[in-house]
């Protein structure tokens, strides 16, 4: 097997390992030692592919966010610029909560283990940290093009707009309905959805409201010489 390969079966069987512990002991009470023993994959070479527990943890979550070990931002994904290019602010919404539906349940776990560890380890509490501003780039690329195309309600500001996203598609949201209250995954991508559709836009919709939208759409395109 090229070594490549190898490496990639090793972190794989690492972060799933480390995932395990973590779930099983905590974060704390996870050692190195152990992650090593039950993966298989020698300790030496747990520290040469992560450095630290905390690499680990960063690789679990980002592994997590993304459903896949790639090495592309969420931001730059096709799913995520598709639903950008969406002249149909409903549907953008639409499209953008289907994404957060997918990452909140896979992250779900991931991220009690996370906000568990960041009160007490410093390195957890960085990563708590850089997680939430990644989400709050992302959300704003939403908020931002639906300011751009003039879709926001009136008086609602970009700027209020993006936390009005941040908190309601935040995976506390979804642990308290999902998790804790066992909502289907239906039920909770149809109330976010219509949530943040009369939260931020305007009520100009139909036809109408298509069609402005696809207007401020080719103007903001003719501008930008694309």
């Known amino acids: 097997m090229a070594t490549q390969a190898r490496t990639r079966l090793a972190r794989r069987a690492v972060i799933d390992a480390a995932g395990s512990l973590f779930l099983e002991r ?16 020698p300790p030496a070479t747990v520290y040469r592919l992560f450095s630290s527990k905390r690499g680990i943890l960063k690789a679990l979550l980002d592994s997590s966010v993304a459903g896949d070990d790639a090495p592309v931002p969420m931001a730059e994904r096709p799913s995520v610029r598709s639903l950008l290019a969406d002249p149909d602010p409903r549907s953008m919404l639409a499209s953008f909560v289907h994404i957060v539906a997918e990452v909140n349940a896979r992250m779900a776990a991931v991220y009690r283990i996370l906000t568990s560890a960041a009160a007490s380890d410093d390195g957890a509490a960085t990563l708590l940290d850089e997680l939430t501003q990644q989400r709050r780039r992302g959300q704003g690329q939403i908020t931002r093009a639906l300011a751009r195309r003039r879709m926001l309600r009136d008086p609602l500001r970009e700027r209020d707009a993006a936390d009005i996203v941040h908190a309601l598609a935040s995976p506390e949201v979804y642990g308290l309905l999902v998790v804790d209250r066992d909502w289907p995954p239906q039920r909770y991508e149809t109330w976010l959805t219509e949530t943040l559709v009369k939260q931020l836009l305007s009520q100009c919709f139909g036809a109408c409201c298509y069609a402005v939208a696809l207007t401020v759409s080719v103007v903001l395109l003719a501008q930008s010489g694309v």
């Open 26 to 41: 905590g974060y704390g009470a996870t050692t190195i030692d152990a992650i090593s023993a039950r993966s298989e994959v």
